[in-house]
Protein backbone atom coordinates (compact mmCIF):
# COMPACT_ATOMS: atom_id res chain seq x y z
CA UNK A 1 0.00 0.00 0.00
CA UNK A 2 1.47 3.71 -1.11
CA UNK A 3 0.22 6.76 0.32
CA UNK A 4 0.64 10.07 -0.81
CA UNK A 5 0.32 13.62 1.02
CA UNK A 6 -2.41 15.40 -0.06
CA UNK A 7 -2.92 18.30 2.66
CA UNK A 8 -0.47 18.81 5.49
CA UNK A 9 -1.63 20.23 8.76
CA UNK A 10 1.76 20.51 10.16
CA UNK A 11 0.64 22.75 12.79
CA UNK A 12 -2.10 20.28 14.19
CA UNK A 13 0.14 17.34 13.44
CA UNK A 14 -2.00 15.56 11.15
CA UNK A 15 -2.25 15.23 7.22
CA UNK A 16 -4.68 13.47 4.27
CA UNK A 17 -3.78 11.00 2.46
CA UNK A 18 -4.59 9.06 -0.53
CA UNK A 19 -3.94 5.24 -1.52
CA UNK A 20 -2.54 5.21 -4.59
CA UNK A 21 -4.08 2.32 -5.93
CA UNK A 22 -7.66 2.69 -4.33
CA UNK A 23 -8.04 6.18 -4.43
CA UNK A 24 -8.74 6.06 -0.72
CA UNK A 25 -8.39 9.12 1.62
CA UNK A 26 -7.24 8.55 5.15
CA UNK A 27 -6.65 11.27 8.30
CA UNK A 28 -3.25 10.40 9.75
CA UNK A 29 -1.66 11.76 12.54
CA UNK A 30 1.45 10.47 14.71
CA UNK A 31 0.62 8.45 18.14
CA UNK A 32 3.38 7.33 20.96
CA UNK A 33 2.84 4.42 22.59
CA UNK A 34 5.90 4.74 25.14
CA UNK A 35 8.17 2.58 23.17
CA UNK A 36 7.68 3.62 19.47
CA UNK A 37 5.90 6.89 17.53
CA UNK A 38 3.60 5.65 14.77
CA UNK A 39 0.97 6.72 13.01
CA UNK A 40 -2.99 5.83 12.63
CA UNK A 41 -4.72 6.08 9.71
CA UNK A 42 -8.52 7.26 9.41
CA UNK A 43 -10.46 6.60 6.61
CA UNK A 44 -12.77 9.16 4.84
CA UNK A 45 -15.05 9.03 2.07
CA UNK A 46 -14.78 11.23 -0.95
CA UNK A 47 -17.68 13.32 0.20
CA UNK A 48 -15.99 13.80 3.50
CA UNK A 49 -12.78 14.92 1.53
CA UNK A 50 -14.36 17.33 -0.71
CA UNK A 51 -16.10 18.85 2.37
CA UNK A 52 -13.06 19.21 4.68
CA UNK A 53 -11.43 21.09 1.71
CA UNK A 54 -13.75 23.70 2.15
CA UNK A 55 -15.08 23.52 5.95
CA UNK A 56 -11.48 23.85 8.10
CA UNK A 57 -13.32 23.44 11.06
CA UNK A 58 -15.22 20.17 10.48
CA UNK A 59 -12.04 19.14 9.57
CA UNK A 60 -10.93 19.50 12.75
CA UNK A 61 -13.36 18.73 14.54
CA UNK A 62 -13.20 15.31 12.92
CA UNK A 63 -9.56 14.70 13.76
CA UNK A 64 -10.26 15.65 17.16
CA UNK A 65 -13.23 12.55 17.45
CA UNK A 66 -10.31 10.38 15.83
CA UNK A 67 -7.89 11.38 18.32
CA UNK A 68 -10.23 10.94 21.67
CA UNK A 69 -11.28 7.31 19.56
CA UNK A 70 -14.56 8.65 18.88
CA UNK A 71 -13.85 7.01 14.95
CA UNK A 72 -12.17 3.83 15.51
CA UNK A 73 -14.86 1.43 13.24
CA UNK A 74 -12.45 3.93 10.46
CA UNK A 75 -9.08 2.95 11.49
CA UNK A 76 -6.98 1.22 8.71
CA UNK A 77 -5.52 -1.55 11.28
CA UNK A 78 -7.06 -2.05 14.28
CA UNK A 79 -4.36 -1.07 17.24
CA UNK A 80 -1.95 -3.55 19.19
CA UNK A 81 -2.12 -4.32 22.55
CA UNK A 82 -0.26 -0.84 23.68
CA UNK A 83 -1.90 1.79 22.15
CA UNK A 84 -0.73 4.81 21.51
CA UNK A 85 -1.84 8.42 22.28
CA UNK A 86 -1.55 10.92 20.04
CA UNK A 87 1.11 13.70 20.59
Known sequence: MALIKVKIFR???FSIEQETDSG?????????N?????AEFYEIS?????KFNIDLESLKDFV???KNRK????????PGRIRGEPN
Open 34 to 38: GLAEY
Open 64 to 66: RDC
Open 46 to 50: NGEFD
Open 71 to 78: NDARLLEK
Open 24 to 32: KYYITFPVF
Open 11 to 13: EDR
